[in-house]
């Protein structure tokens, strides 16, 4: 009896032993496969709203983005404080524009934490247009109006994303390649039928939309010196039915009589790709105007 009792006890044991070895095993594999298909959440900051909508046309709804500024003077009058590198030390990504449309990135992003966070500047890789002024030259900040500028800064920001979300590069590859389809199909419709622009002589009276001339592929003859655009049209011996003259929408002009095409560098509640379209119909449409009269 006892032999059976004793046996009946190793028995019990190893029985025990089993589910101690093999139990956790099964455990630990059901907590990892749930941590395998959790989706990674990332938390974006941007800028401004123009970068803000170019994240959300990549990432949609998956992340959480937020922005900084509406308005260009906002960013450039802004002061950063303690509580603004905290802010942005505790998100994954911070995106910025590199350049003079915020003034304060650099040092700001000196301060940051960036054990977690990733910083991209939108703008690396795009050819920088140089422009005059008092004080020497000076890069052009207004990429934004810019086809080819949209497109790096969208890749940019792409790329980044997948970088720190590698599982799901295939949606923000797919959602890169629709709204560059979307844009440049929209903006060749736009230039159908036109004729050559060879034809027309532009002046510009200002350097705030120089990366859309570039696209455009036209080199405007620029109002400098308090000169007027009757004195650049007798200067250069233009036809005056043939001159064309471009301006950001908050450059003042004060002659009157000629063709002007009024466009934005910049709109704080606008869509990136909105701007550069609308800008384009502008352009377009009045050429369609004098070729049909």
Known sequence: MKKLTFGMLFITFLLFLGLGT???????????????????????????????????????????????FLTEKESKDFIFNDETINNISNMDLFFYSGNDFEPWSGKLINKLNKSNLGTIDISRGIRVIQQQTDNGNKENIYFYPGLEEY???????????????????????ENYNKVIENIDKKINKMKENKKDLAQYKFISLDDKLDYFYRGIGISPIKVTNNKTIESVIKDNKLDPTKVIVLKDRETPMTEVGYKVVTLDRY???????????????????????????
């Open 151 to 173: 497109k790096i800064v969208l890749y940019n920001i792409k790329s980044a994303i997948q970088d720190k979300d590698p599982k799901n590069r295939t949606l923000y590859e």
């Open 22 to 68: 093999f139990s956790n095993p099964m455990i630990a594999n059901t907590v990892d496969t749930t941590d395998a298909q959790r989706d990674l959440y990332l938390n974006i900051i941007t800028c401004n709203k123009p970068q803000y909508e170019m994240v959300k046309s990549i990432v949609g709804d998956k992340h959480n983005v937020e922005y900084m």
């Open 267 to 293: 709109d704080g509640n606008s869509d990136v790709q909105d701007l550069i379209e609308k800008n384009y119909k502008s352009f377009y449409d009045l050429i369609e105007l004098n070729e049909n009269k």
